[in-house]
């Protein structure tokens, strides 16, 4: 269980990004961030694995405190929190099954992690992920030569190498045609539900964050204004998460 | 939606094509035309005779290229002087390449915080600006002429060479991929020789290579000027000093070959490594 508590962060002195930010994902859950862009959704992920330093607040991820790691455990629990991303991130010259055994990296030490020493289970467990993601023909490939929806499941199965309690996504499907979209955001609930993962994901797409999400948190301009489940997303709570400042009279506009 | 009429776009009055560059090298043209002139107009030709002049050069070209010897030297004593000065080169080249490469770590912006980075490449953009040969010679001041200075002196220039080099190729790899591999617990060695450095070999084997060349060259120059007793150095002798063109032509020739020699391997190797990839 990942509980968020209080969290505040100001990047400079005139605008506080995060104010008193506080929330719950389950495990077997897929919950989605909601928001205009600029809410804070993206600095909401990057304090869960402390990318970002945030200022205050507490980030319990099954009871243990990420705020108050030191830099050994932070590796550690960094280890078993996968991250993908808009644009997957994958080193482009290696091959798809390479960028898979990056997920392992985190777990050895300094030496056999230079030296690339991985055993042979683990090569397995690479190509039957890559395997699982529909990608069985593409482990050899480089993965600049990979389509974006087939890059992101290579991105999936880096992080399920990992072995994952949580994985957290930044809006992973902004970038992708629906076609992909479906397989991707597919390929994430069924994750949620047969490894009992917590998905953490944010989305700009309302529909998709419907149609997928089990549990919503609604963000507006750093502050929580909508927490629960699809259902009880009524358009008034709409109303309130798509708000804008400046103008009003806004509709709500998922894009 | 209103649609907002929009004013015509309004020239200038006089449209000039003439940009600032272009004046710029206008004006120097200009320049080097009109010191030629002047050169030509007051050049000192007495004594000077074209027609034996130019039957001097033809012979002396025909000493050095078409009746090649070893004059003096000997073939083996010359062989030698090549494989020093290939030798010379491979292991300025080697030793640049292991310095240069953890320096670029710390010149990379996507490894290294933006004022350390900025640091180094400044720094080695200052040692670049002078050339080899004069950093041989400043070397030999402290070390006095001889191998030592060539080699302290062109190792000093390749690291600046490959430092450039070498942190171009690995900002190749985007900052956030890096971050991607740090977000899931990753050690900086294990994202350097496992991420960043596999997906650039080609490109740092290139570079090098490269360097080698160069320090081929230099280290025939560099030869010499610091007597390394290379091949530079007989070059220098024969032509300079005994006047022994065919010995001249014969090193020409030596030099020719080890050039034909590294610019085959260079294509193959390249080859090699864009098959690969
Ligand atoms: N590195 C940064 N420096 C300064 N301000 C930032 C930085 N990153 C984000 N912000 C600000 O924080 C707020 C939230 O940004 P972000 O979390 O990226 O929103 P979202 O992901 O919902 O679009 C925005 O107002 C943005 O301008
Ligand atoms: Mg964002």
Redesign the pocket.
Known sequence: MLKVIDLDKS??RQ?Q?LKAVSFTAKPGEVTAII????????????SVNQLIKDDAGQILLDDEDIRQANKSDLRRIRHHIGMIFQNYNLIGPLTALENVLHGRLGAKSTFAGMLGLYSATEKNEAAKLLQDVGLADFALQRCDQLSGGQQQRVGIARALMQHPKMILC??PIASLDPKSTKLVMDILRELAQSKQLIILI?L?QLDIAQTYADHIVG?NQ?TIVFEGPERALTPEKLQAIYRQPETKAVTADAN | MKTVKQAPISLPPKLSLLTRPRRILRTVLGGLTLITLYALLTLNTAGLKISSAMSSLGNNLNIMFLHPGVGQDTWSLLLRALVTSISLGLLTTILGALFAFFIAMGAARNLAPAWLANTIKAAMAFIRAIPTILWVLIYSVVMGLGASAAVVGLTFHSIAYLVKAYSESIEATPAETIEALKASGVRFWPIVFQAILPSIIPALLSWTFIRFEINFANAVAVGAAAGANDIGYYLFMASGFYFNFHEVGLIVYLLLAVAVVLEIISIQLRGHYLKQN
């Open positions: 990047y400079n605008k990004s928001g205009p862009s600029g809410a804070g959704k993206t600095t909401i992920l990057r930044d809006e944010n700009h963000i750093g």
